[in-house]
């Protein structure tokens, strides 16, 4: 896949579903306050096993994610990192 540049882009996995929480770097550090309930949300619409991409633009997301992800069950399958933002791709745990 590639962008509007034309460069190759990095994919992820197939999404079931998408958050965005772009736009925060004036609140950098506090996003996952905001991002985990946000997260919690975004998952009770999805059925076990399907997958949610998460986009979010604080670097220090990558680290809360996989530490909430650990601690909830859900599988994170994997990190995309696109300039300044990444990708994050999680698989909802079974009930």
């Known amino acids: 896949m590639k962008d509007a540049a034309g460069n190759a882009r990095a994919t992820g996995p197939h999404a079931d ?4 929480m772009l736009d925060t770097s004036q609140m950098q550090g506090t996003t ?6 946000a997260i919690k949300a975004k998952l009770r619409e999805l059925q076990p096993g399907q997958v949610l991409e998460i986009r979010v633009d604080d670097p220090l997301a990558r ?7 650990r ?3 859900h599988e994170l399958l994997t990190t ?9 791709f999680l698989r ?3 009930d």
């Open 80 to 88: 995309v990192e696109e300039g300044s933002r990444l990708r994050v």
């Open 92 to 94: 909802k745990k079974p």
């Open 17 to 20: 579903a998408l958050l965005e």
């Open 71 to 73: 601690l909830a069950g």
């Open 63 to 69: 680290d809360d994610i996989a530490s909430w992800c």
């Open 32 to 37: 996952c306050a905001l991002l985990t309930p």
